[in-house]
């Protein structure tokens, strides 16, 4: 019998949260414990209402969703491991329309940032945002919604009925979105990381050329590396880096050695690195259904 997981995810069923979760647990049952936001998210795995989470933190057209480490920082998460997810936007809305007949679409800001090609191209259709790409399509269905889309998944308009009017309507093919997976409680040490997520604050009186030279001499690469915005709860400013490595005694022995030259410095996790994956078509055309 296929054992139960319950995962922190943000959003409802068939959002690219829940996708990315079963892909990372192809063994578990997985079982979404939906969240409206990512705050939601953390506290529900700080509560101890889902076994794991996952976040996602990064879209190869919209950039990083920065704040995202703070909250990791803020209710003392781990991350455990990471994933690519493929993402494939397309427009949908109730059965009987045309594209013709929309006047607004609604879907998750995300969403919205990668699809702005298709969307300058529909000059009627007025863009609203929610907090969710799949629930955007469940409020149509429920509400039944005439002449409003969502932009979401296949999976999304299948669940709840909705015609797609247009497929694969991202600015580009090679959309991902990088998922963490997190969890309330330090991981046991994994001899296969090589890659680490740290935050760090460095001091006005010193210079992060201190901290590039000790990880050029380990051979270390930066991964990512830019400043948080301040919190409410603090005004200290800190970074995330993002190192990969060769092994996770040479990730080990780095981190230990830029503690010296930072004011403040937490390992948010020390895991294996997911393959960044590739798309055989990177150039591509949206197409719109006939019906």
Not at 2 to 15: N, R
Not at 215 to 229: G, K, M, N, R
Not at 269 to 287: E, I, R
Request: charged share 20%; proline share 5%.
């Amino acid at each position: 019998m296929t054992q139960k997981l319950k995962v922190a995810i943000q959003g409802g069923p068939a959002s690219f949260h829940e996708v990315a979760a079963q892909q990372y647990y192809p063994q578990y049952e997985v079982a979404s414990v939906p969240c409206q936001s990512f705050r939601q998210l953390c506290e529900t795995l700080q509560q101890g209402t889902a076994d794991v989470g996952v976040m996602a933190v990064e879209n190869t057209l919209a950039g990083s969703i920065l704040p995202n480490y703070n909250l990791l920082h803020q209710f003392n998460l781990f991350v455990t491991g990471e994933l690519w997810l493929p993402i494939e936007q397309n427009l949908m809305a109730l059965p009987g329309q045309q594209l013709q007949d929309l006047t607004k679409v609604v879907t998750h800001p995300m969403a919205l940032n990668q699809c702005m090609e298709f969307l300058t191209q529909q000059p009627q259709l007025q863009l609203q945002e929610s907090h969710d790409t799949a629930d955007s399509a469940k409020e149509i269905r429920e509400k039944d919604l005439k002449g409003v889309a969502a932009i979401a998944s296949k999976q999304a308009a299948a669940l709840y009925g909705l015609e797609m009017l247009a497929e694969n309507i991202e600015d580009r093919r090679d959309n991902f979105t990088r998922f963490l997976v997190v969890s309330r409680e330090q991981p046991q040490e994994n001899g296969t990381a090589n890659k680490a997520t740290l935050l760090v604050q460095v001091p006005h009186e010193r210079s992060l050329a201190d901290v590039f030279m000790q990880l050029h001499i380990h051979e270390i690469h930066v991964a990512l590396i830019q400043t948080l915005p301040a919190t409410a709860r603090s005004h200290a400013h800190y970074m995330v880096i993002e190192l990969e490595g060769d092994s996770s005694n040479n990730l080990q022995e780095t981190i230990t050695t830029l503690e010296p030259l930072v004011e403040y410095q937490r390992l948010l996790g020390l895991y294996q690195k997911t393959k960044y994956p590739k798309h055989p078509n990177p150039k591509k055309k949206v197409k719109a259904l006939q019906h």
